[in-house]
């Protein structure tokens, strides 16, 4: 079987057999994942799609079997990877070079998440995107980059939650008169912990040890 040596053959080939899939990648209203997808009946046909795109530093997951079992299929799903390939083969697409558009313009950060939709759902109206029944619907009011943001943020809120709910709580009287007896009165940990059975060994470790070790340290009346 002869093997893809362009953008073009490759973009012939999408536009015929190729689908761009959708997903929220948080199950929260913040961002779209998407994957492009490659199918055919030959595995040699697939194998040399992956071939090429793999030859061209874009990475594709593993050959599978689609659907039914009849028919095969690889995806490009990195950001980065579907970036490349998206920038690859617009100028040579006809069929689908609307939605290729749009999902670029969605990874490039120019237009929302819903708006990728609406797009999407304009192609299945003009009969050039499958319509695919969705049983939850979506809603992304955001950018691709505006999402990743609001996601990033959301996460470390909940890290700092995490991290005090579980960090050592001491009193400010409490941290100090223990480094002190420490560093200056040179009391060891187990006369410490004797001196202190409100704190466990690792507490106290954690008071006497350097900045970052005292990061699980939450003394009491400090934010």
Do not use: C
């Amino acid at each position: 079987m002869p093997i893809y040596k362009s953008w073009e053959q490759v973009a012939g080939y999408f536009d015929g057999d190729g689908t761009i899939s959708f997903y929220d990648t948080s199950n929260q209203p913040y961002k779209l994942g998407l994957s492009l997808i490659f199918v055919d009946q030959s595995k040699d046909q697939i194998n040399n799609i992956r071939e090429f795109l793999n030859g061209r530093g874009v990475r594709t997951g593993n050959v599978l079997r689609a659907s039914k079992g009849t028919a095969y299929m690889i995806a490009v799903s990195r950001f980065a990877a579907v970036r490349e390939t998206l920038r690859q083969m617009l100028p040579h697409l006809y069929k689908k070079a609307n939605e290729m558009q749009a999902a670029l313009d969605y990874h490039d950060g120019k237009i929302t998440g819903n708006a990728l939709m609406a797009i999407f759902q304009n192609e299945v109206e003009a009969g050039r995107r499958e319509r695919r029944p969705r049983k939850v619907p979506i809603h992304v009011p955001h950018t691709y980059f505006d999402g990743d943001r609001i996601m990033k943020l959301m996460r470390n809120v909940k890290l700092r939650d995490v991290s005090g709910r579980y960090r050592a709580k001491v009193t400010p009287e409490d941290f100090q008169a223990i480094r002190q007896e420490h560093f200056e009165k040179g009391r060891r940990l187990n006369e410490l912990m004797k001196a202190y059975p409100q704190y466990s060994r690792t507490t106290i470790r954690r008071i006497l040890g350097s900045d970052k070790q005292r990061g699980h340290v939450l003394v009491k009346g400090e934010v």
